[in-house]
């Protein structure tokens, strides 16, 4: 079972702390928690312990990755979901698995099974690519977006160890 901790630290690290950028979708952020996505939450009075607690909520539970055997994995499949639209991660997810015939964006009992059924090093390498096609895709649909290609091809590469 992988631990909550351990992923979420990776995920603080990449996330930084207080931004405004223009280019952020998402508006004014605070360790990667948007304005957009959080409207009712002060981002700029966010204190990194708040943070932790909607990450573990929203996205480590809700998504049931501690139900992921193995940790590297589960470290990566909690930054997708965290960085990039959940369903979307969920679905780059299923894409990298190949054993499943259903695409849906739902991590449920039959998506858990085949991420750990697999063998982890190939895995990563396979949600790895399909990470990166994802963010080309949006940069495709939106060219404002390439300023975050160097921080998404870092976060799709970084090994999570």
């Known amino acids: 079972m992988a631990v909550f901790e351990i992923a979420a630290k990776f995920t603080l690290t990449s996330e930084g702390g207080y931004a405004d950028s223009k280019t952020d979708l998402g508006g004014e952020t605070n360790f990667g928690i948007s304005k ?10 966010l204190t990194r312990e708040k943070a932790l607690v909607i990450y573990k909520r929203d996205y480590w539970d809700k998504y ?21 639209n959940a369903s979307k991660a969920v679905a780059c997810v299923q894409r990298a698995v190949r054993t499943l015939y259903k695409i849906d964006g739902i991590i449920g009992s039959e998506t858990i099974r085949a991420i750990n059924s697999c063998n982890p090093v190939f895995l990563l390498d396979s949600i790895r690519v399909e990470r990166m096609r994802h963010y080309l895709r949006r940069i495709t649909e939106n060219k404002t977006q390439l300023v975050n290609m160097p921080s998404w091809t870092r976060r799709s590469l970084e090994n999570y160890t």
């Open 64 to 84: 049931r990755i501690s139900e992921i055997n193995d940790q590297y994995v589960a470290n990566q499949v909690f930054d997708m979901v965290f960085n990039m």
């Open 36 to 45: 957009r996505a959080y409207p009712d939450v002060d981002i700029k009075a």
